[in-house]
């Protein structure tokens, strides 16, 4: 069955978010995926008070200050050793 998935929902311009690298692509661009549970926004910034907002469950984020709370992809917290075999990217979300 398929899901219907809004971007703005998981994550947003300068989001900082861990993904696997599914290919290269060509010059301009690669393609990523936030499919697996470990993977998706690890920073993002609140829009109201410019503060880094810390995740509350999978899918939600929250602001320490103002209490806003945002909808995002949040990336499961990695150990140490969590993180073998695991090929990764974290860069900025932009526009396209």
Same mark, same amino acid.
């Given at each position: 069955?398929?899901?219907?998935?809004?971007?703005?929902?998981?994550?947003?311009?300068?989001?900082?978010? @861990?993904?696997? %690298? #599914?290919? /290269?692509?060509?010059?301009?661009?690669?393609? #990523?995926?936030?499919?697996? %549970? =470990? #993977?998706? %926004?690890?920073?993002?910034?609140?829009?109201?008070?410019?503060?880094?907002? =810390? +995740?509350?469950?999978? !899918?939600?984020?929250?602001?320490? =200050?103002?209490?806003?709370? =945002?909808?995002?992809?949040?990336?499961? +917290? /990695?150990?140490?050793?969590?993180?073998?075999? @695991? @090929?990764? @990217?974290?860069?900025? /979300? !932009?526009? %396209?």
């Amino acid at each position: 069955a398929s899901e219907d998935v809004s971007m703005y929902d998981c994550f947003r311009p300068g989001d900082i978010i @861990l993904a696997r %690298v #599914l290919s /290269l692509g060509d010059a301009r661009r690669y393609f #990523l995926s936030t499919a697996e %549970v =470990e #993977l998706g %926004v690890m920073k993002a910034v609140c829009r109201s008070s410019g503060m880094v907002m =810390e +995740p509350i469950s999978f !899918k939600e984020m929250q602001c320490p =200050e103002s209490k806003v709370k =945002e909808f995002r992809k949040c990336a499961r +917290p /990695l150990s140490d050793g969590d993180a073998g075999g @695991l @090929l990764s @990217l974290i860069m900025p /979300l !932009k526009h %396209v």
